[in-house]
């Protein structure tokens, strides 16, 4: 069946770097866009990033732009996220999330992973 | 950015009872390929996510048929005919027709 396994969170102080992995399994990676979406303690989820089934296309929100970067090892069924200058308010849980498509257009799956806690605290 | 909102933010609900939940978009969700990428996510407490609806009222596998969704352009509901307790939860819609993605703030259910 279909598995998507985050790993990577944890505690990091504020400026540092973080990477988060999403190991896939249960669907043909290469074939779909791959996305993020982080859900801050207590409040709704906010959509971070995502990237096409190639890798070519990758489109994130705003208030990450140039600190995470998104990638993917199609090789590896095994999608990234690349977290640097961390702050404080980008302290959530991370899901990654299968794509509908190959294109970065069309939204999210069904599959979602179980997500993992990324903490910025000094 | 298109912004989502919906209404209300928080429903008491009556079990057995019919419930409904409004999401509007800042701008019309048809893509140029002629879908509306416009989705719904029942989260559980302590649980991922999980898809409800994608295309507007495409049902995903699992989801009961007192679950319905509809809508067009900028204006979208979701339906849920005869409230159950396992329909407690939060409910977002998310928009995939233009990046970046934004899902709405949420609708919490409880009964």
């Known amino acids: 069946q279909v598995q998507l396994v985050e790993s990577g969170g944890g505690v990091v102080q504020p400026g540092k770097s973080l990477r988060l992995s999403c190991a896939v399994s249960g669907f043909i990676f290469s074939n779909y866009a791959m996305h993020w979406v982080r859900q801050a303690p207590g409040k709704g989820l906010e959509w971070v990033a995502v990237?096409?089934?190639?890798?070519?296309?990758?489109y994130n929100v705003d208030s990450v732009k140039g600190r995470f970067t998104i990638s993917r090892d199609n090789s590896k069924n095994t999608l990234y996220l690349q977290m640097n200058s961390l702050r404080a308010e980008d302290t959530a849980v991370y899901y990654c999330?299968?794509?509908?498509?190959?294109?970065?257009?069309?939204?999210?799956?069904?599959?979602w992973g179980q997500g993992t806690l990324v903490t910025v605290s000094s | 950015d298109v912004v989502m909102t919906q209404s209300p933010l928080s429903l008491p609900v009556t079990l057995g009872q019919p419930a409904s939940i409004s999401c509007r978009s800042s701008?019309?969700?048809?893509?140029?390929?002629?879908?509306?990428?416009l989705n719904w996510f029942q989260q559980r407490p302590g649980q991922s996510p999980r898809r409800l609806f994608y295309?507007?009222?495409k049902r995903d596998l699992g989801v009961p048929d007192r679950f319905s969704g509809s809508g067009s352009g900028t204006d979208f509901t979701l339906k849920i005919s005869r409230v159950e307790a396992e329909d407690v939860g939060v409910y977002y819609c998310?928009?995939?027709?233009?990046?970046?993605?934004?899902f709405g703030p949420g609708t919490r259910v409880d009964i």
């Open positions: 295309k507007v009222s």
């Open positions: 990237i096409s089934s190639d890798g070519n296309n990758k």
């Open positions: 999330a299968k794509g509908q498509s190959s294109g970065v257009i069309g939204g999210i799956d069904a599959y």
């Open positions: 998310m928009q995939g027709t233009q990046w970046s993605f934004t």
């Open positions: 701008q019309s969700l048809v893509y140029s390929d002629g879908n509306t990428y």
